[in-house]
């Protein structure tokens, strides 16, 4: 079952135009990963879909619907795409739990006693139950990646977008952020995923795409996309991320 | 429906422009003398000795702290009686407003020169030159720079404080106002003419003030990189 | 010359009648200045231009022209206009709180503007609407680092009080006016009402100065 439809996505910042017409489809429990160099238009086509970025041109379909530019469509967009981003942007006023029930209380309107439990369940999912009370500040980069993650899966979305949840976080904290990824990838959650991290992207996607100069440029499963690839770009790109190993 | 009649207004122009003369020459006194006041004040006021210091922190402390009507009142009304001289309004206000900017701009140079960095002065008294000519060749002159901003905000927020002479009858362009409304029985008219003239020269003076500012913004940058 | 303050102290009544005036005026002044400043400033922030050129008009107007004209146009002019008296405390509360929303729009604005971008995004993520992610997000991150400005703008209010005396209007320092001619001390008036300016607003100063210190080292 698709759940999203993406048709002739084209970005343009002034006159210059980073997204040339994108056409997607995500399956229900599809795990997409995308790649491409800095520049390629990765982390604008994630931010597309959930109109972080307002697309110039090109349509995004959900439930047979296009999602129109009036704020309540968006609103109902979001409610139901989750994302998490590479700086985190926690609220450094609020709790790891404040953090959490933050979506539940101002945009579900649920009771304090609802989000609370809902948040303490989602803290615990991701190993986090005991940090419960304590703020941002006091976090390491990767419990604040997982605080991140457990606030956008409080709000149950029917998919989740990560823009390279890792990229900001040093190197030995990695792994527990990816863990928890991977866990949610089990659950057979739909997810996109925009990384470096090549080795994960082979394991927990289920298909890979490769952008490059806003189109995409070669996709396919992980076997063929990042073992076999057919494209002269793809295997230069892959060949300048040569750490990762199967 | 009031009738609106801006004639009788633009008949006492003469009044206007000796008002806003005098407005202007107050801001000029005041600004200059408070400067040098104010270096002054900043100089003792880093000063290691507590007899100098601590007096200079207490002015400026005052002045900063108590409402500039307050302090004009003072010196108008009291000071006279204390040394027994006559006071003339202009003086007042001259005397006034100059230690309250002085006041002002005594943090300004005072932040000024705590900000330029030790190594110029380390470098300046390395090739032997005083304390005093190190201040003066090398440390003030970039500290200076660094003010200007704080300068143009603190002049245009003069020329505004100025209208308070009105109150105690010096002829500035407030002041003007309020004779010619009584004169012309035509207060609406007046008030709105003068409050557009304060607001024409204030705002131009700002928006010049924005594009000095700009520029050295720019300029400093250059020098740095 | 002789000091001597118990002529003063003789009228102490009508200082505290003065100081209670001087209160109520910083009072209404403060809340309608902050106030009004909040949301001039969110019309500063507004990309819409029908919101954004009439709050950048208004704040251009206020700072740029002296409060005390102000506080006169809305005592000697604006009466002509509207079919009600104006009273030296509705002119003055008008002249001071217009000003003082000029100032704090521009506190609000800058405040705003210095959370960072990835605030709005997680806001809008979960599906906030811009003025859920201002109240519950944005303001109070913001009002942190506003507070020194808001505090200093609030200490000026206090001082400009002082200018309601120009429309005669009942405060400490007019107060002050009224001993120092019944008495013949202006001396002594004058100096207690400055005591009792810099009394109560020099902790508020250093108030000021220790939540400057304390936000430079947080951040």
């Given amino acids: 079952m698709t759940i999203l439809h993406v048709r002739g996505l084209i970005k343009r910042y002034g006159t210059v135009e980073v997204l040339h017409g994108i056409d997607l489809d995500v399956e229900r429990g599809e795990r997409i990963a995308i790649l491409g160099a800095?520049?390629?238009?990765?982390?604008?086509?994630?931010?597309?879909?959930?109109?972080?970025?307002?697309?110039?041109?090109?349509?995004?379909?959900?439930?047979?619907?296009?999602?129109?530019?009036?704020?309540?469509?968006?609103?109902?967009?979001?409610?139901?795409?989750?994302?998490?981003?590479?700086?985190?942007?926690?609220?450094p006023h609020m709790t790891a739990l404040g953090n959490v029930m933050e979506g539940l209380r101002t945009v579900r309107r649920w009771s304090a006693a609802e989000a609370r439990a809902r948040a303490e369940k989602e803290?615990?999912?991701?190993?986090?139950?005991?940090?419960?009370?304590?703020?941002?500040?006091?976090?390491?980069?990767?419990?604040?990646?997982?605080?991140?993650?457990?606030?956008?899966?409080?709000?149950?979305?029917?998919?989740?977008?990560?823009?390279?949840?890792?990229?900001?976080?040093?190197?030995?904290?990695?792994?527990?952020?990816?863990?928890?990824?991977?866990s949610l990838a089990d659950e057979g959650r739909t997810m996109l995923l925009v990384t470096h991290e090549l080795g994960f992207a082979y394991h927990v996607a289920t298909r890979v795409i490769f952008l490059a100069d806003g189109r995409i440029h070669e996709q396919g499963t992980p076997d063929e996309v990042l073992k076999h690839p057919r494209m002269e770009r793809t295997r230069a790109f892959l060949a300048s991320h040569r750490q990762f190993s199967f | 429906?009031?009738?609106?009649?801006?004639?009788?207004?633009?008949?006492?122009w003469p009044l206007l422009a000796q008002g806003l003369v005098n407005t202007l020459k107050v801001t000029a006194l005041s600004l200059s003398c408070g400067l040098v006041l104010g270096l002054m004040l900043a100089l003792l006021?880093?000063?290691?000795?507590?007899?100098?210091?601590?007096?200079?922190?207490?002015?400026?402390?005052?002045?900063?702290?108590?409402?500039?009507?307050?302090?004009?009142?003072?010196?108008?009304?009291?000071?006279?009686?204390?040394?027994?001289?006559?006071?003339?309004?202009?003086?007042?206000?001259?005397?006034?407003?100059?230690?309250?900017?002085?006041?002002?701009?005594?943090?300004?140079?005072?932040a000024g020169i705590?900000?330029?960095?030790?190594?110029?002065?380390?470098?300046?008294?390395?090739?032997?030159?005083?304390?005093?000519?190190?201040?003066?060749?090398?440390?003030?002159?970039?500290?200076?720079?660094?003010?200007?901003?704080?300068f143009l905000e603190r002049a245009i927020e003069l020329m505004k404080t100025t209208t308070l002479v009105a109150t105690i009858a010096y002829a500035d362009l407030l002041f003007a106002a309020n004779d010619i409304a009584q004169k012309t029985f035509r207060p609406l008219e007046t008030f709105t003419v003068v409050a557009l003239i304060y607001f024409v020269v204030i705002f131009g003076f700002s928006l010049l003030a924005r594009r000095l500012e700009r520029r050295l913004a720019v300029g400093g940058e250059a020098t740095v990189h | 010359m002789r000091w001597d303050f118990s002529s003063v102290l003789a009228n102490s009544d009508a200082l505290l009648v003065g100081l209670v005036g001087t209160l109520r005026l910083f009072a209404i002044c403060l809340v309608l200045g902050l106030g009004l400043g909040l949301v001039v400033g969110l019309g500063r922030y507004a990309r819409r231009k029908w919101l954004y050129l009439p709050a950048t008009a208004f704040v251009e107007f206020f700072r740029n022209t002296p409060v005390l004209v102000q506080i006169l146009w809305f005592y000697f002019a604006l009466p002509i206009l509207v079919p009600f008296e104006i009273s030296p405390l509705a002119a003055a509360s008008l002249g001071i709180s217009l000003n003082s929303a000029a100032f704090s729009a521009e506190i609000y604005r800058a405040g705003i503007q210095s959370i960072e971008r990835g605030q709005w995004d997680a806001a809008r993520a979960l599906g906030m609407r811009w003025g859920q992610a201002m109240r519950r997000i944005i303001l109070p991150q913001a009002i942190k680092r506003m507070l020194p400005a808001l505090t200093n703008r609030a200490i000026e209010i206090f001082k400009m009080s002082t200018l309601a005396s120009a429309v005669a209007y009942v405060e400490l320092l007019q107060q002050g006016k009224l001993i120092a001619s019944l008495n013949f001390n202006p001396i002594e008036a004058y100096t207690t009402v400055a005591v009792i300016f810099f009394v109560l607003l020099w902790p508020l100063v250093q108030f000021t100065y220790w939540m400057e210190r304390r936000l430079k080292r947080d951040e």
């Fill in chain 1, 38 to 91: 800095s520049g390629s238009g990765k982390s604008t086509l994630l931010r597309c879909l959930n109109f972080m970025e307002m697309p110039t041109a090109g349509e995004i379909v959900l439930d047979d619907k296009a999602v129109g530019r009036r704020e309540r469509d968006l609103i109902a967009v979001r409610q139901r795409v989750g994302m998490v981003f590479q700086q985190f942007n926690l609220f």
């Fill in chain 1, 123 to 182: 803290l615990a999912r991701v190993g986090l139950a005991d940090k419960a009370q304590t703020y941002p500040a006091h976090l390491s980069g990767g419990q604040k990646q997982r605080v991140a993650i457990a606030r956008a899966l409080a709000m149950d979305p029917e998919l989740l977008l990560f823009d390279e949840p890792t990229s900001a976080l040093d190197p030995e904290l990695v792994g527990e952020v990816l863990n928890v990824i991977r």
């Fill in chain 2, 1 to 12: 429906m009031y009738q609106w009649d801006f004639a009788p207004v633009f008949a006492h």
């Fill in chain 2, 45 to 110: 006021r880093l000063s290691p000795r507590r007899w100098l210091s601590w007096p200079a922190g207490f002015v400026i402390e005052v002045f900063r702290t108590t409402p500039p009507l307050v302090q004009l009142f003072w010196f108008f009304f009291a000071l006279p009686l204390i040394v027994g001289v006559e006071m003339t309004p202009l003086l007042a206000a001259v005397v006034t407003f100059s230690i309250q900017s002085a006041a002002f701009f005594a943090e300004v140079f005072r």
């Fill in chain 2, 114 to 150: 705590v900000s330029i960095e030790r190594g110029q002065w380390e470098g300046a008294l390395a090739i032997g030159m005083s304390h005093r000519q190190a201040l003066r060749r090398i440390v003030l002159p970039q500290a200076v720079t660094r003010m200007i901003p704080a």
